[in-house]
């Protein structure tokens, strides 16, 4: 759905000022949320406040996995924007439809819709037809997971967090509407009763258990939890490991609890990290539940400047 088709894009010496020629709005339209209404108004503001005209594309998506291809298609125009309008899960599947598509200008942008928004609450910097008016764009790293080998092999980008364990399952449910440190912290109680440590062999052959173990690119998640000192404009190469060896639960739900409140301090801070997972082990990506199977090395790398963001 195109809103304009005259074009004005201004030439201008400073690579880091854009001046698009398409903007991609891509939404679920059965979102149980606002996507739609946030999306509608994101197409009327540009098209009201903008100093240029670019075409306008309404994208709504049909299925899971659908915002995949159309990100890729639409990072296949010279000169796109593409914005997701959607929670932490939709937006990966944008930054993975860009990254597919290869060698593109292509710049992305995200209006939090839904529950889970922890990449726009840590990473925004203005608000997003301002930030699209004055056109300075920016470079953020991405994570790149990939595993095994042959036709089971999984390659995949994350723009806030990989995480396997508990953590990341906690703050998938604190996500769900609970507000404030000690309705996290009853979260995180619930959410042990199902929890299970899982077994690890490391690049140098020793094993551990382990409770958790998250590969974050921001430094908080769900609201509350800080589990990093790491920059909120994350563009140095670089991810945090956030190692939780299992232990007794008591133990862990302290760690929890520091980190809802005064969150957990320095992490390590690495450019790839390696692992074999010893037992099927599901994972978060972005939010977004996966699994890799039995025996299977798993490689998390920095892709450094990968994507070009703005807002």
Not at 7 to 29: G, H, K, L
Not at 48 to 72: C, E, F, N, S
Not at 99 to 106: E, F
């Amino acid at each position: 759905m195109d809103t304009s088709h005259a074009t004005d894009a201004t030439d201008t010496t400073d690579p880091a000022v854009r001046r698009f020629e398409a903007i991609c709005v891509i939404f679920n339209p059965h979102s149980t949320g606002d996507a739609p209404d946030l999306a509608a108004k994101v197409r009327d503001q540009l098209s009201q406040d903008l100093p240029y005209t670019p075409r306008i594309r309404m994208l709504p998506t049909a299925h899971a996995g659908h915002a995949v291809d159309l990100a890729k298609e639409a990072a296949g125009t010279p000169n796109a924007l593409v914005v997701s309008v959607s929670g932490d899960g939709g937006y990966n599947e944008v930054i993975n439809g860009v990254m597919s598509a290869g060698t593109t200008d292509t710049v992305c942008a995200v209006v939090p819709a839904g529950n889970a928004n922890d990449h726009h609450r840590t990473t925004a910097r203005k608000p997003l037809a301002a930030a699209i008016a004055e056109g300075r764009v920016r470079e953020m790293d991405l994570l790149h997971l990939s595993t095994g080998d042959g036709p089971g092999a999984q390659s995949v980008y994350a723009h806030s967090y990989i995480g396997f364990g508990l953590t990341p399952v906690v703050a998938i449910d604190m996500e769900k509407g609970n507000k404030g440190a000690l309705k996290e912290m009853v979260s995180v109680v619930r959410t042990f009763a199902k929890f299970r440590p899982f077994r690890i062999q490391h690049a140098d052959g020793t094993r551990a258990k382990v409770d958790s173990l998250v590969f974050a690119n921001i430094s908080r998640m769900a609201k509350y939890a800080t589990l990093s000192e790491a920059q909120e404009r994350p563009a140095d190469g670089k991810f945090e490991v956030v190692l939780f060896p299992h232990t007794a639960k008591w133990k862990v739900l302290l760690k929890a609890f520091r980190a809802a409140t005064t969150g957990l301090g320095d992490q390590p801070s690495v450019s790839s990290y390696e692992f074999t997972a010893l037992k099927p082990m599901p994972y978060q990506l972005d939010g977004e539940v996966r699994a890799v199977p039995a025996n299977t090395e798993v490689r998390i790398e920095s892709a450094p400047s990968a994507l070009t963001v703005i807002g």
